[in-house]
């Protein structure tokens, strides 16, 4: 199929057509076998650049299957043997029973077993927006389908081409990736150069035709023809056939996708999964990243570092033994603390087969259940009392809460979350006792002034908040005011390693670094600072505050801008629009949520963390960050810069050969009527220029001098002014020499005989091709834009006059 593929192109199907005609008039004048050499040499070359094509594309199409493999490998979690884990989505079997949460994608066709508020979007099956709540009465889940809300547990009953969604993908055909943007502009240059050489070939036959008949006319009758004007007519096609050959760049789009899945596997070993072929050479243009806090800037392990508690601040080791632990929390406060956490949770401790126990959830949740693990609580303990109604954490409401019936009667509410968010649903307190107390003005301020200190000590803060319900039932709503204040929780998130350096080198590289989050401002602020992001001029804003401007005000403040805290996902997407439209910037955007998926399709770049993201998240990316490491972004970057500087270069060394051959070639023709560079010379050059010339320079790994320049520009020229300057200088100097040679070239090397134009027309020709493999070192050598002219002809020189005498 690739072969049948690669001979549609019409400059081979011109070129086939001339070698048959050659390999027939050559017999026929010159006999068998001589009369043959030229066409099966035009034969020889065809076959070579089929073969090359072919199994470039081939390779390439395995390339893009591996990919599309690991870019649908979504891990789940499972209960199997009687123990929850992860596992791929390929080794998922009927009888698993899956855990879902909001922003998963449903990884087979299933049965609900338990959950609550579990809301599904089936848009991508039915086509209907309007979400699916799943229950006892409506229990079945389909593949491919996404949880809008809530949680729950599905039994697999069918999994693969056998699900819903896997009958429809047999059904349809699986399509090719998109022509990235450096690709279109690629192919518009080289349709241009292609016409002017198809006019430069039609000329040339036009001026060769005219001179033949005018000698005809003036030596000979016009209307006696023989069988050698026939040959030599045909002679004359294949001079034009060749200048269209040689004119025709078709290794730019080759050398594109050469340049882009090197890149890509090199960044796939680098932990970075590009969905999107065209993202890796945008990244290179990117000139602002909008960061998440959590995973990215962070480690994503989150440990409980500070506890606020009966209004007393405890710091917390991580090595301290359990005694320690549980001296912190008062006797009659510890019960209920423990309820609060184990009850209202997401997360779940689970015991493997070695019998080592750990808590697979969020990191959030992660950290309070560890925790309370090491005051010594068991969550078996706490799921006595039946949980009767969930409401899931979201980024709207930045709060958990469950309503849970008590073996006593009446039923309590549990409610964590957003520290000043909780706090003002509270309007009492817990004291040492463990009754429940007003809360007093001066005490809220004391309780603000805690969480504020938290924060500025780069602690994420949590409230913990409980409220005895009497008079109510299973179907009321879970209440909003009058909770008991338990506990401020401050939880820490060190920053990873090298994220410093990582934002110092985006900032050398002209790119700016602004982090978005949900978290407190002065959280955001320590680790903004911390990590080189905010500087003494910057600004730091929350979400409602940079939502309420107008527009014009958010034109004067966006440049100043570096945090922007307790965001909502409108906010992101507004802040990426007014980059994009407004300052016309190439905006990439870190995301793991499915709040975060506007965000993500709204940007020129959507980077999604393969580790804390979401499916949602993912689907919606360009790049999946297989580690969540802000490092690997740059690293993303610095690839995305190296693409594009290598296609440069590889442009600047093909358009060079092509105004060469095809200008030596017109001209000598024009005034000699012969070409100096025969059609199979030709061809084999632009075979290996083609393939090798771009392997050579399209896979040039990136140096660290790349982050050291500003990004290019949305609508930047892609051959530049420094470029076209070193092409038309190279064409000059080497149009001098091989002109030179052409019509003076038996004088000066003194050839004499019958074979003096042979022996000619191939010193010609092993000049032509050292001026291309000595241009191929001095452009793999420099730095496209870095390149001077004074260089190229020094070195040029140096390096000819010795091979020319």
């Known amino acids: 199929m690739f072969i049948w593929e690669a001979l549609q192109d019409l400059t081979l199907i011109i070129l086939m057509v001339c070698a048959a005609v050659s390999i027939g008039v050559g017999i026929a004048t010159e006999g068998w076998p001589k009369g043959m050499y030229d066409g099966l040499g035009i034969v020889l070359s065809i076959f070579l650049v089929v073969m090359v094509t072919a199994t470039s594309d081939y390779k390439q199409s395995l390339q893009f299957k591996d990919l599309d493999k690991e870019k649908k490998n979504i891990i789940v979690q499972v209960t199997r043997d009687g123990y929850r884990q992860k ?363 805690v969480i504020n200190g938290f924060a500025c000590e780069a602690l994420r803060t949590l409230c913990l908040a409980f409220k005895d319900i009497e008079n109510s039932s299973k179907d009321d709503d879970i209440p909003y005011s009058s909770y008991t204040l338990i506990a401020v929780l401050g939880i820490k998130d060190p920053v990873r390693p090298g994220v410093k350096d990582a934002v110092r080198t985006c900032l050398a590289a002209g790119i700016t670094v602004r982090m978005v989050t949900g978290d407190n401002i002065n959280t955001a602020k320590a680790i903004a600072k911390e990590c080189g992001i905010l500087t003494d001029d910057g600004l730091a804003i929350e979400g409602p505050d940079f939502r309420n401007k107008s527009p014009q005000e958010m034109k004067e403040l966006i440049p100043k801008l570096q945090v922007m805290a307790r965001s909502l996902p409108l906010d992101k997407h507004t802040l990426v629009s007014q980059l994009r439209n407004s300052f016309k910037e190439v905006v990439a955007v870190t995301g793991d949520g499915t709040n975060d998926a506007p965000a993500l399709h709204e940007a020129d770049i959507g980077l999604a963390m393969g580790i804390a993201g979401t499916e949602v998240a993912k689907e919606n990316a360009d790049v999946i960050i297989m580690d969540d490491n802000f490092s690997t972004i740059v690293n993303v970057a610095r690839w995305g810069r190296s693409v594009y500087i290598n296609i440069q270069k590889f442009v600047q060394f093909q358009l060079t050969v092509n105004i060469v051959a095809l200008m030596i070639n017109f001209v000598s023709a024009c005034i000699s009527g012969s070409a100096p560079l025969t059609a199979v010379q030709l061809l084999w050059v632009n075979m290996i220029m083609d393939t090798l010339g771009a392997l050579a320079l399209a896979t040039e790994a990136p140096t660290d001098g790349l982050m050291k320049r500003a990004p290019v520009g949305r609508n930047a020229n892609f051959i530049t002014r420094t470029m076209w300057r070193n092409i038309i200088g190279q064409s000059i100097y080497q149009l001098a020499v091989l002109l030179v040679f052409t019509f003076q070239g038996k004088r000066l090397l003194k050839l004499t005989g019958s074979d003096a134009s042979k022996i000619l027309n191939t010193f010609i020709f092993n000049a032509f091709v050292f001026c291309q493999v000595l241009l191929l070192i001095l452009i793999y050598s420099f730095q496209t834009t870095d390149c001077k002219m004074a260089d190229i002809l020094f070195i040029f020189i140096v390096f000819y006059i010795p091979d020319i005498q």
């Not at 050479?281 to 602002?288: H, Y």
């Not at 917390?316 to 209202?344: A, C």
């Not at 809460?401 to 509410?413: D, M």
Request: proline letters at 3%; a negative charge; glycine letters at 8%.
């Open 87 to 449: 596992i791929s989505i390929y080794d998922l079997v009927v009888g698993d029973i899956v855990h879902l949460s909001i922003g998963d994608q449903v990884p087979a066709d299933g049965v609900f077993i338990s959950g609550h508020s579990l809301s599904i979007d089936e848009s991508s099956l039915s086509g209907e927006s309007e979400p699916v709540n799943i229950n006892k009465q409506r229990p079945f889940l389909l593949s491919g389908t996404k949880v809008q809300d809530g949680s729950g547990k599905m039994l697999v009953t069918s999994v693969g081409m056998r699900t819903e969604w896997g009958r429809l993908m047999v059904t349809l055909s699986e399509g090719g990736e998109d022509e990235t943007p450096l690709q279109v502009k690629l192919n518009g240059v080289a349709t241009i150069i292609g016409k002017i050489g198809l006019a430069f070939a039609v000329l040339t036959f036009l001026v060769l035709m005219g001179r033949f008949l005018l000698q005809k006319a003036l030596h000979s009758n016009i209307t006696d023809w023989s069988f050698s004007d026939a040959v030599t007519i045909l002679n004359y096609f294949a001079i034009a056939v060749t200048i269209i050959v040689v004119a025709v760049p078709e290794g730019l789009p080759l050398a594109v996708t050469l340049s882009l899945a090197f890149a890509m596997k090199k960044l796939m070993n680098a932990k970075a999964l590009v969905r999107h072929l065209s993202a890796c050479e945008t990244m290179g243009s990117a000139s602002c990243i909008c960061t998440d806090k959590t995973g990215t800037l962070t480690t994503n392990h989150m440990v409980v570092n500070k506890i606020w508690i009966c209004e007393k601040s405890k710091a917390i080791e991580t090595n301290d033994s359990k005694d320690v632990f549980q001296s912190l929390i008062p006797e009659k406060v510890y019960s209920i603390f423990l309820q609060s956490i184990f009850q209202n949770t997401g997360s779940e401790v689970v015991k493997g087969k070695d019998g080592k126990v750990s808590v697979l959830g969020t990191p959030t949740e992660t950290a309070i259940l560890e925790f309370g693990l090491h005051l010594g609580g068991e969550s078996a303990h706490y799921k006595e009392s039946e949980i009767v109604k969930v409401e899931p954490f979201n980024s709207v409401k930045k709060k958990m809460s469950v309503l849970v019936s008590l073996p006593a009667g009446g039923f309590r509410a549990f409610c964590k979350g957003a520290s000043e968010i909780v706090l003002e649903m509270c309007d009492k307190i817990i004291y040492t006792n463990g009754e429940s107390v007003s809360l007093s003005a001066d005490q809220r301020k004391n309780i603000t002034d």
